[in-house]
Structures are given as structure tokens and as C-alpha cells.
């Protein structure tokens, strides 16, 4: 079977955009440093996310079938072999680079349960990493912007400083560094009643008042939104616009940002492939 030129590029106009049954996170990376976003589906049947952003790239996740759910944080100081296998300073999920379990603490986390409302959020539960924030793109309801944009590792609490090398490179959380029942709300103070913020957990709502801090700080801390996109950005201040989008089946960048995304780009890639077989053989 032979196709035109003119039809391939309108399957490829169609093949990049058709992505309407999917949830698509635009995560940047506006740090000094290179990171490596993690992702993981709440539906364990599904395979994880994970890869390298380097300082001003950004990168389009699109949910598969399915997901209806999941994680999304930054490692930091991570060294890959070219077969995906090595270490990362934080947040580090296992040895790999593409993710199957959450990462370890201490790490800032972009939380998402989808539907026809999305519920989201910011957690610090588990320890400060990175400025992270989460920001819906035209939904209807409340649709608040979420997480921390401050960088906490310069005032952590010298008990909970993580450290590397000698350099606090993280915060842990209160219930990592004592695993106590009061601190991590399990035993007798695992409910909204018994489990209360603590002078831990109120320096990282004091930081950042729009992220979780401790496992009930629901009220103050869950966001809802009608199905929608999302910008996910590491170290971007929360009143910042971003400089890329996928939303309503385009690419919107304003400024210039480098761009990549991992469907779509693949999709291309297939297609102009195809381009050129048809080019040698009518040649």
C-alpha cells in the first residue's frame, strides 16, 4: 500500500494530537540542575515513567488507559549507565531510571486521583526535595494552584536535614527521621482527631501553606478540578507563567522552551520514516 506525502503529514497532524482519551502533564524543569522526573500509576498493572530533564526542558506525559491515578516527583543527583541502571541522592526508585515503585523519602510529590473531577495535590508528607507545583489548565471549579515553591533545604531543621556529601541536599520529614505513631499518624493516632499538625509538620505548612504536611492536612491542602491538563513544574514559582502546555490537543509555548514530547515525538518519528520508504521506492 502506498501513501501520498500529503496523507502521511495529515496522519501525522492527526497521530500528534489524537490523545483526547488521555490526561496530559506538562512537566518542566525551571532548576539549575538536571532531575529526573519519576512517575507511577496508582493501577499497579500498569508500567511506570521515568527519564532525564535537563535545566529549561520540558517534557509531555500522556496518561495510558487506565491510569486513573498517580505520582509524579523529581530525583536528584542521579547517575544512569546507558542501560537505565544506577543511583540518584533523593527520591531514587530502586536502581532504574524508568519507575515502578514510588520513590524513597525524602521527596516533594505531585498526587492525582482522575475523573470527571480530579482531585490533586502537593505532599510533603514524605519530605522536601524540590520546589514543586502543580497547576490545572482551564478546568472549572476550584482549580487552585498547588504545591511549595520555596526551598526548604536552607531552613530545615538541623534534625531533619538529609544530607550528601556533606551538603543538605533534602528535608526529611518528622516521621521518616523518628518513625513515631504520632508523627506518621498510625496506632491509636491514626485519624483526623488524634492525628494533629506538630511543630514538624507546621514548618513545612508555614513554608508552603498550599502542600500537604501531614497525612489528614486534607482540608486545606486537596484540590478539585474538572478533568483537565496539568503543568507540573520543579522550582517555578507558583504566580509564574509557564513556558509550554499540552492542553486541548496542542503544544502552547510562550517563550522559548525546549520541548519534548515522548508520544508525540515517537509518532513522528514513525511517520517521516515512512516518508522517506515511499520516497525510494517510486524513486
Known amino acids: 500500500m502506498h501513501f501520498s506525502i500529503q496523507t502521511i503529514l495529515l496522519i501525522i497532524l492527526a497521530s500528534g494530537v489524537n490523545l483526547s482519551n488521555s490526561i496530559n502533564f506538562t512537566i518542566v524543569n525551571n532548576c539549575h540542575e538536571t532531575i529526573w522526573p519519576g512517575i507511577t500509576p496508582t493501577n499497579t498493572t500498569l508500567s511506570g515513567g521515568g527519564f532525564t530533564l535537563k535545566p529549561g526542558e520540558t517534557a509531555v506525559y500522556s496518561t495510558p488507559q487506565g491510569w486513573g491515578g498517580g505520582r509524579i516527583w523529581g530525583r536528584t543527583g542521579c547517575n544512569f549507565d546507558k542501560n537505565g541502571n544506577g543511583t540518584c ?113 507546621d514548618f513545612f505548612k508555614t513554608a508552603c501553606p498550599m502542600a500537604y504536611s501531614y497525612a489528614y492536612d486534607d482540608p486545606t491542602s486537596i484540590i478539585t478540578c474538572s478533568t483537565t491538563d496539568f503543568v507540573v513544574a520543579f522550582c517555578a514559582p507558583r504566580n509564574e507563567t509557564q513556558p509550554c502546555s499540552y492542553h486541548d490537543n496542542k503544544l502552547i509555548c510562550n517563550g522559548s522552551t525546549r520541548s519534548k514530547s515522548m508520544s508525540y515525538l515517537w509518532t513522528v518519528f514513525v511517520l517521516l520514516l515512512l516518508i522517506v520508504i515511499q520516497i525510494r521506492i517510486t524513486s
Open 89 to 201: 541522592q533523593t527520591g531514587a526508585c530502586g536502581s532504574t531510571l524508568t519507575c515502578t515503585t514510588p520513590g524513597t523519602p525524602p521527596t516533594s510529590i505531585a498526587q492525582f486521583t482522575l475523573g470527571i473531577v480530579t482531585f490533586y495535590d502537593v505532599s510533603l508528607v514524605d519530605g522536601f526535595n524540590l520546589p514543586l507545583t502543580v497547576t490545572p489548565i482551564q478546568g472549572k471549579g476550584d482549580c487552585s494552584v498547588a504545591g511549595c515553591n520555596a526551598d526548604l533545604t536552607g531552613n530545615c531543621p538541623p534534625e531533619l536535614a538529609f544530607r550528601s556529601s556533606g551538603k543538605i541536599v533534602a528535608c526529611r520529614s518528622a516521621c521518616n527521621v523518628f518513625d513515631s505513631d504520632q508523627y506518621c499518624c498510625k496506632g491509636t493516632y491514626d485519624s483526623p482527631v488524634t492525628c494533629v499538625p506538630t511543630n514538624y509538620s
